[in-house]
């Protein structure tokens, strides 16, 4: 089997209203977000999403990974998509660096194994029944009051964690959130308070000391090195998300004891090969892991949470669907939706979904046999 042709759409996926992080530092209205239709001479074709939480959040941005495909894309034509290491070697050769651009690619390529051998992704990601997985909510920075409102909302839908978006330079607001969304949290509920990289270390040792509030608390600061210097000093557990890219940059976290748990995001880190390789690490050194991805359809949230389906309950948290935020769903009603707070797997080959080309529109560029 070869890959013949790989097509490229785009789409803007509109939020149902604005998101704010990181303190009120970051707001999002709508996501840039890159499909990708990989094509065989066998007549299997396979499909991946890209994107990035707006260009904001991470050192990737949309017309970034639709400016590295026309490296990427090339350079797998004529291979074996079912060669998945040898596809992101392929790909770590011809471009270095870029994660967020691999990503949908190696997707594809996975969507392709599975439906070739008549395997969910779940089966092929070391499971022998998919896992129910729990979904968390995502609550936009705002006062305790807006905060509380939207977890009430959330807990409605089913949903029994949530992560809090606070950070900022005012120490005393942050306090006051998080006691405030502690002492209202409904009884068996959990919370995560997620910085998004938003205070210094000082700031970070003054809010996490004063709170009584024992919950996680998501990338604190910037860089790993101040995640370091908080860690150890603080009473809370510690996960890390946006500092993390490559394998390395794990490994490192884990010697220096900066967390206990990770996000494991696929368009993060490279695609599903090599966030599958950092979830095995992660189960070794018993991380707790939330495994979803960085944005996107339910496509995205699909084929991410196939790797969280086939995670051992003691090393998975839940998993947040973007695709919740959204106006617009490519993919109409397909794969991992929300009911009552999990979402759950059927066995069909692959990731299981199909995008809308009528939705998706013209390809924006086509790589190989023109067809
Ligand atoms: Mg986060």
Redesign the pocket.
């Known amino acids: 089997m070869r890959i013949s042709r790989i097509t490229v759409f785009q789409i803007d996926l509109p939020l149902t209203k604005p998101y704010w992080l990181s303190g009120g530092r970051l707001k999002f209205e709508k996501i840039d977000s890159t499909f990708v239709r990989v094509d065989t001479d066998e007549g299997v074709s396979g499909w991946g999403e890209g994107c990035p939480w707006g260009h904001t959040y991470l050192p990737a941005h949309g017309h970034g990974l639709r400016a590295a495909l026309k490296i990427l894309a090339p350079a797998l034509l004529g291979r074996d998509p079912r060669a998945l290491d040898d596809i992101n070697r392929a790909m770590d050769l011809q471009l270095p660096g870029h994660l967020y651009a691999k990503s949908p690619l190696d997707i594809a390529c996975w969507d392709i194994c599975g439906k070739a051998s008549g395997n969910p992704l779940w089966r092929m990601l070391g499971a022998e029944k998919p896992a129910a997985v729990a979904v968390n909510s995502s609550i936009s920075t705002g006062t305790p009051d807006e905060m509380i409102a939207l977890i009430r909302e959330a807990s409605a839908m089913g949903y029994r964690t949530h992560?809090a978006k606070v950070g900022g330079s005012d120490f005393s607001a942050d306090i006051e959130r998080i006691e405030a969304i502690s002492a209202a949290l409904p009884k068996g509920e959990q919370v995560t308070f997620?910085v998004?990289r938003a205070w210094t270390p000082g700031v970070a040792l003054q809010v996490l000391n004063a709170v009584s509030a024992r919950d996680w608390v998501?990338?604190p600061c910037e860089t790993l090195d101040q995640c370091a210097l908080v860690a150890g000093k603080v009473p809370q557990p510690i996960m890390l998300?946006?500092c993390l890219h490559t394998f390395q940059d794990h490994l490192d976290a884990w010697k220096r004891t900066v967390c206990q748990g990770v996000?494991v995001k696929p368009n993060r880190v490279g695609g599903l090969t090599k966030a599958r390789q950092i979830r095995d690490f992660g189960v070794s050194v018993g991380w707790q892991m939330h495994i979803e991805d960085t944005g996107g359809s339910a496509f995205a949230d699909t084929a991410a949470l196939h790797l969280a389906a086939s995670t051992p309950d003691a090393n998975r948290l839940a998993a947040w669907l973007c695709h919740a935020h959204l106006a617009v769903d490519p993919v109409p009603g397909q794969g991992a939706r929300n009911v009552g707070g999990l979402v759950q797997f059927g066995d069909a080959p692959g990731i299981g979904v199909t995008p809308d080309p009528s939705i998706l529109g013209a390809p924006v560029a086509t790589y190989g046999d023109a067809g």
């Open positions: 992560s997620d998004n998501e990338q998300d946006e996000k």
